[in-house]
Structures are given as C-alpha cells and as structure tokens.
C-alpha cells in the first residue's frame, strides 16, 4: 500500500488497482500456479514499462527490459492457517519514517521445508479495511531488496485466496514495495517479527539484479 508524494491521477491510479484486481482474480481461477505466475510476471512488466502509475524514475523506464525473479519454486507455495491474536494495535515502519496504523488480528502458521513458521496478519485501519502481509528472510539485502518484500496487500488486490479453509501463501509471487525503485514512494516496511530466518529464493529479485542473480527465463 505505498503513497506517492508526488502528484498522480486519481483515474490512473483507479486504472491500476482495475488491473491488479482482475490478475489476482484469474490468478486464483487458474488451476496452474505456475502458469497463474507467469501471467503475473507478464501484467507486471507491462503496468512497470507503461503505466503512468509505475514506480519507476522515468529515467528507470527508459532502460527498463523486465523485472528479475528466481524461478518459480512449487515447494513455496504453502497453505496457512490464519491463528486468532488479541486485536493489537500496530504501528509499522514505513521507507519515509511515518507509521502506518494497523490491527495485528491473527497469525499465518505454516510450514517451509519441513519446519514450523508464523508471519502475523495485519489489518489496514480504516474504512473498508485489507489483509497485508510483508515479510523479511535471509536473502534480504543480497539478493532481494535488503527492507523485504510484500505477499498480500488485499486492499490493493494482491490476494492469493484460500483453499480448504486456509490462506494460500505462495511466495513466488513475493514483489518488492514501490519504494525499493523510487524514495519518492512511502511504503510500509515489515516490522521484526516477520522476519523468517530461512531464506525464501522465490518472488522478485532486488531490481536491478543483474550482479545479484540472472533473471529467471519466463
């Protein structure tokens, strides 16, 4: 959920949110993840490329190829069970040091390679509401952006849905906050206790990554 500081056009801004809407929509009817994941790859490349609400500089754009993902990995791609927690307040960290209000309502509890983990849900404050849940791992600062990445922002419809009952948590659909490609965005940053100390190689790269790790062909 990052705000720009500089002006935009509420429709522009309104044609996004359309769009990221609608690919979540087909990426949970699609009964292929790693064809929902491409499809994911190719819609974000072309709002980044040609949106007038890219997070890129325009200087960015004009070099702009593709962004960089590790290949997709099926074995992170995991079902959680979202765990009621005491309603507590939350205020989150942002790239740009104001906070951003929200409610610790549950905890996602899953496994990874064989071992338990938890990342806590938070709930945006406000009117409608929305799911977010960023995260921090090992590769952090190396090969992925060092502040972490975003796995579901459901006010901005970035929602993998559920599946029996449980959240789908698939994190190579992992994707970078607005502000790792332009300070001029504010974007809330995972707080310490969602950092996993395993590394999760899958989602999007640090951008650019060419000295970090080839891109993953599509």
Same mark, same amino acid.
């Given at each position: 959920? @990052?705000?720009?500081?500089?002006?935009?056009?509420?429709?522009?801004?309104?044609?996004?949110?359309? &769009?990221?809407?609608?690919?979540?929509?087909?990426?949970?009817?699609?009964?292929?993840?790693?064809?929902?994941?491409?499809?994911?790859?190719? &819609? %974000? +490349?072309?709002?980044?490329?040609?949106?007038?609400?890219?997070?890129?500089?325009?200087?960015?754009? $004009?070099?702009?190829?593709?962004?960089?993902?590790?290949?997709? +990995?099926?074995?992170?791609?995991?079902?959680?069970?979202?765990?009621?927690?005491?309603?507590?307040?939350?205020?989150?960290? #942002?790239?740009?040091?104001?906070?951003?209000?929200? #409610?610790?309502? =549950?905890?996602? !509890?899953? !496994?990874?390679?064989?071992?338990?983990? %938890?990342?806590?849900?938070?709930?945006? &404050?406000?009117?409608?509401?929305?799911?977010?849940?960023?995260?921090? +791992?090992? &590769?952090?600062?190396?090969? #992925?952006? $060092? =502040? $972490?990445?975003?796995?579901? +922002? #459901?006010?901005?419809?970035?929602?993998? $849905? !559920?599946?029996?009952?449980?959240?789908?948590?698939?994190?190579?659909?992992?994707?970078?906050?607005?502000?790792?490609?332009?300070?001029?965005?504010?974007?809330?940053?995972?707080? @310490?206790?969602?950092?996993?100390?395993?590394?999760?190689?899958?989602? !999007?790269?640090?951008?650019?990554?060419?000295?970090?790790?080839?891109?993953?062909?599509?």
């Amino acid at each position: 959920m @990052p705000i720009q500081t500089t002006s935009i056009s509420e429709l522009d801004l309104l044609g996004w949110k359309r &769009t990221i809407f609608e690919l979540y929509a087909a990426i949970r009817a699609d009964d292929s993840p790693e064809s929902a994941w491409l499809r994911w790859r190719d &819609t %974000r +490349d072309g709002l980044v490329r040609d949106h007038p609400c890219s997070p890129l500089t325009p200087t960015q754009r $004009g070099s702009f190829r593709a962004l960089p993902y590790y290949p997709y +990995d099926p074995a992170l791609r995991v079902l959680a069970t979202a765990v009621p927690a005491d309603n507590a307040d939350a205020r989150i960290g #942002t790239s740009t040091g104001e906070p951003y209000r929200f #409610t610790r309502f =549950a905890h996602a !509890e899953f !496994e990874l390679y064989g071992n338990p983990q %938890r990342l806590a849900l938070y709930w945006l &404050t406000g009117y409608g509401g929305g799911i977010f849940l960023p995260f921090a +791992d090992a &590769t952090n600062g190396a090969a #992925t952006y $060092g =502040a $972490g990445r975003y796995l579901l +922002d #459901t006010v901005k419809g970035s929602d993998l $849905g !559920e599946q029996n009952g449980r959240l789908v948590l698939d994190f190579n659909f992992a994707y970078n906050p607005s502000c790792s490609y332009d300070p001029a965005w504010t974007c809330p940053l995972p707080p @310490p206790e969602n950092r996993l100390d395993l590394p999760i190689e899958a989602g !999007e790269l640090a951008y650019p990554a060419a000295d970090v790790i080839p891109a993953a062909s599509p």
